[in-house]
């Protein structure tokens, strides 16, 4: 049966103490779920004698897939009670979901699994391998301090930088105010840095990151980079190189 926002202290107990998570707490699966803009997800939950014994979830989102627009479930949590395994349940939480996706119209189906959950997606829900995106590193350099930068922290991103079109990827999250305000700035805002690019003739890109430590160095994930000329992406991704160089951070990952 679905779950409803008020059972999120059991459902978060329940992962805590079968997944050893403890990132996972109610405030979270409200926002991740219950609080988002397009309110697309599906969120499931197996009861055995009673008593909760197995969740899934997705969480939906609209891609640009080529010249479309489509949309992807995004299977993230699908854990059975460690006594009840082998029951069956962990396929009974997860088809409630893909039949529920498939009812309100889900295009496609595209998950990121673990050793132990890739065998299951695979053989038993036939999914395919696709291609992973590729993690990059563009490491700082001693000359890049002497490059102006024009680079500043902001607070927020101006509501006006959506009045116009945004540059979108291929095969990527169809993103704009409500999507970049959801994902970063309505939780756990302080984990982000926004950071506003320009050039002398005032075009503005604006790029979100994540510190994150690699062997006690810090370095800068970039998460999203919103921009309304594909021809700013070069330059203004070279402007935020020079800054994270100012900055003494090993690089920039993305």
């Known amino acids: 049966m679905p779950v409803s926002a008020a059972e999120l202290q059991e459902i978060s107990a329940f992962i805590s103490e079968e997944n050893n998570d403890n990132i996972i707490n109610p405030s979270y699966l409200k926002w991740w779920y219950f609080r988002k803009p397009n309110q ?10 009673d008593h909760l014994a197995a969740i899934a979830t997705t969480n939906n989102f609209s891609f640009k897939y080529g010249n479309n627009i489509v949309k992807v479930a995004m299977p993230q949590k699908v854990l059975t009670k460690s006594s009840l395994r082998g029951k069956g349940l962990f396929s009974t939480a997860y088809f409630a979901t893909e039949d529920n996706n498939i009812e309100e119209g889900v295009d496609f189906f595209l998950t990121f699994t673990n050793a132990a959950s890739t065998p299951i997606f695979t053989n038993k829900f036939k999914y395919s391998f696709g291609q992973a995106p590729k993690l990059k590193i563009s490491f700082s350099l001693p000359h890049h301090v002497f490059r102006h930068s024009y680079a500043k922290i902001v607070d927020d991103i101006p509501s006006t930088f959506y009045d116009r079109k945004i540059v979108a990827a291929n095969n990527s999250i169809i993103k704009d105010a409500s999507y970049i305000q959801w994902r970063y700035l309505n939780y756990l805002p302080n984990d982000y840095l ?3 690019l320009g050039n002398r003739e005032n075009e503005k890109s604006y790029a979100i990151l994540k510190e994150r430590r690699l062997k006690k160095i810090n370095i800068l994930m970039l998460m999203d980079f919103l921009t309304h000329k594909k021809e700013n992406i070069r330059p203004h991704l070279n402007l935020l190189r020079y800054w994270t160089s100012k900055k003494q951070y090993l690089g920039l990952l993305y």
């Open 194 to 196: 926004i950071i506003e």
């Open 40 to 49: 697309s997800w599906s969120f499931y939950k197996v009861l055995f004698n």
